[in-house]
């Protein structure tokens, strides 16, 4: 049985990396006019990845590089395993899974850093040290609206926290929470106004130097972590399986799409500010916010 | 031919423009065209297309960028003077069949009828050993040496906070693809924030799109494609840029330039009028008063907002400039500097 849930899961995976890539294609067309049908097609970009050659700078950290693109990629599983699928359905059933998604965030920052650290490579540097910069404080917005999406729960648990949306979800019980949530998103993905690790501006940061088979994965490992982040979202702010007539996982399914769809479309229409002024705009005003959210949820809860 | 390899070449081609002087102006629209996907590192390029001519002096970068594609790959002149160290170059005068022309190269390469091009340069290391001990270290201790000329990181004094950081001095460009084409700067870094500047090639006068160069850095490379339409709806172009922040993303008073202008007002301009304006005054300064002390990504925006003929004026008195210039080829440290990003 477990096994089943596990090929499950990494079907449910891969078909969702597909669909996020194909509909991030098709944004990219609808948001520059040419129209999505101008859009590729991912398997055939990951075929055109895997025909070209792996090249390397001269000497590149190849383990710690590897194990940067395993890691992003086991992170977010762990994360899509620990969200309860039905009651008492979760593959990892902890009663601190909150607290071991806090964990995968924070690795996040760590395996980024490791991808831009390995390339040896100057651009690919930055893009690291740039990410670890604004991944730290960006964790401690999403730890503090975490914690108010536990509190009605009374639990760290997911399968509680859902549990407690019966009535009302977080995302409306706690209007700051989402949105905040969603920006923390789009930095573990590394997308549009967070995206300081693989930008445009250090062609291609922590990325300049990955070709063919390892750009691929690399690929994959970031839209495996927008599913990751996505379950986890729509768990805690959406009420994850509950809803009525259809089957619990496929509600599940459904919001978690949702939420691709929303943080995808962000990455498209949001700009991206200089790293110095995010800062001051994370600890002057997003940080803030994320603790009147916390207020909130503790006065709601009383 | 594989699957794969059938399935790969009904992608969209990935291209790496090195922009040449005199490019074709249809040059600076090709993310428009159909089955084509112009990449920002020449990693990720199974196509390296030259457009325009590239001087004598900057092709050894050309060599180095062209090694730089992975294999399979092909290389695209267009309107370009052909080279004796790519020989098998394709070679394309006119503007209208560029798109086809790519794509069929990728399609025969992909099918085996068209030979993956060797490299240029020899493989072997671009500078020599200079290293003194076991490791290259050489210098002080475990610190200093340039091992194959890349200087062994060593703290410096930092002209912004305090925080003495590892300096760093490299020459980046002429083809990194959000740079003016065909500028090279030596610049030393600390972190990311520029310590010294000296331009080594100034930039071609050519007609790149700021607009569009603008809304790349801030990550909106759709909005860019946009941008690109020849002012086709107009208003709907400046409602999403509206709608995307992106003047609220830069900072006030960024890049002030003699004239009165930062970034943001030189972005407005472009926003509301379809063309680049040109600054006004910029005789008086040099490269390194525009861009010393910035990090790097708000430098990348200064360096976007300016015309290629006020660049230029920047870099002709940055060789004149003290304050501006690097220490001639040695960093800081006494070290030899590093030998070029994408270039």
Redesign the interface.
């Known amino acids: 049985m477990t096994l089943l849930a596990v090929f499950g899961l990494f079907v449910f995976l891969m078909a969702s990396v597909w669909a996020a890539a194909a509909f991030d294609m098709a944004c990219r067309g609808w948001v520059s006019g040419l129209g999505a049908r101008s859009a590729d097609r991912p398997l055939r970009v990951a075929a055109m990845w895997l025909t070209q050659q792996r090249l390397t700078t001269e000497a590149p950290d190849r383990m710690n590089g590897l194990l940067s693109i395993a890691g992003y990629l086991a992170l977010a599983m762990v994360g899509l395993a620990m969200v309860p699928l039905g009651p008492d359905m979760a593959l990892i059933a902890l009663p601190t899974s909150v607290v071991l998604w806090g964990a995968c965030e924070a690795l996040v920052v760590v395996v980024v850093f490791l991808h831009g650290w390995s390339q040896n490579a100057p651009l690919a540097m930055i893009g690291a040290y740039r990410y670890v910069a604004i991944g730290l404080p960006i964790m401690l917005l999403s730890m503090f609206v975490l914690i108010a999406a536990a509190l009605p729960a009374g639990s760290l648990d997911l399968r509680d926290i859902v549990t407690s949306q019966r009535d009302l979800w977080n995302a409306i019980r706690q209007p700051l929470g989402l949105p905040l949530f969603l920006l923390l998103g789009l930095s573990l993905t590394l997308r549009g106004p967070f995206n300081y690790a693989d930008s445009v501006d250090l062609a291609g940061g922590t990325s300049v130097e990955s070709s063919g088979p390892d750009r691929l994965a690399w690929q994959v490992a970031r839209l495996a972590m927008l599913t990751g982040f996505s379950a986890v979202a729509a768990t805690v702010f959406l009420g994850g399986y509950l809803g009525p007539v259809l089957p619990s996982p496929l509600w599940l399914a459904l919001k978690t799409v949702m939420i691709m769809a929303l943080v995808i479309g962000l990455s498209h229409m949001a700009a991206r500010t200089p790293v110095a002024r995010m800062m001051g705009l994370i600890w002057m005003i997003l940080l803030p916010l994320s603790f009147a959210d916390l207020i909130w949820a503790g006065l709601v809860a009383f | 031919m594989t699957w ?2 059938h ?2 070449a ?3 081609v ?1 291209v790496f423009v090195a922009f040449g002087d005199d490019a074709p102006a249809e040059a600076w629209t090709l993310s ?1 065209l ?1 089955g084509v ?1 112009i990449v ?2 020449p ?2 390029a ?1 196509v390296l297309l030259v457009a325009g001519t590239i001087p004598e002096a900057l092709i050894p970068y050309l060599h180095r960028l062209h090694d ?1 594609l ?3 790959r092909a290389t695209v002149l267009w309107q370009s003077r052909p080279t004796q160290s790519i020989p098998n170059a394709v070679a394309v005068t006119g503007g209208n069949e560029i798109g086809l022309v790519v794509v069929n190269t990728f399609a025969d390469l ?1 099918a085996g009828d068209r030979v993956s091009e060797p490299d240029v340069l020899p493989n072997k ?1 671009p500078a020599e050993w200079r290293g003194v001990g076991p490791h290259g270290q050489g210098g002080k201790g475990m610190m200093g040496g340039t091992p ?1 000329g890349r200087p062994m990181a060593m703290t410096d004094d930092d002209i912004r906070d305090g925080l003495a950081l590892d300096s ?1 001095t ?1 020459e980046f460009g002429p083809f ?3 740079f003016p084409p065909g500028l090279v700067l030596k610049l030393t ?1 600390q ?2 924030v520029i310590q010294k500047v000296k331009a080594t090639h100034p930039p071609f006068g050519s007609g790149r799109p700021l607009l569009a160069a603008m809304l ?8 860019a ?2 941008s690109l ?1 020849g002012g086709a ?1 107009r208003r ?1 172009l400046q409602r ?1 840029i509206r ?4 003047r ?4 006030p008073g960024l890049g002030r330039m003699p004239d009165g202008s930062d970034v943001r007002a030189r972005f407005d301009r472009m926003t509301r009028t379809s063309t680049d304006a040109t600054l006004q005054n910029p005789s008086d300064m040099a490269l390194g008063h525009v861009l010393i002390g910035l ?4 430098a ?2 200064v360096l976007s907002s300016i015309d290629a003929a006020s660049l230029q004026t920047l870099c002709k008195n940055s060789d004149n400039d003290d304050a501006s210039s690097a220490t001639d080829g040695r960093d800081p440290s006494g070290h030899d500097m ?1 030998t070029g ?2 270039s």
């Open positions: 794969l390899n399935l790969a009904r992608a969209h990935p428009r159909p996907l920002d590192t990693r990720a199974s730089q992975p294999h399979p992909l290391p194959y760093y490299a990194l693809p959000f870094l972190g990311d790349r850095l801030m990550g909106l490379p759709a909005l494609v946009r339409n709806n709907v999403l709608l995307s922040g992106a609220f993303a830069i900072p990090e790097w990504h708000a990348m925006l590093h990003h994408m």
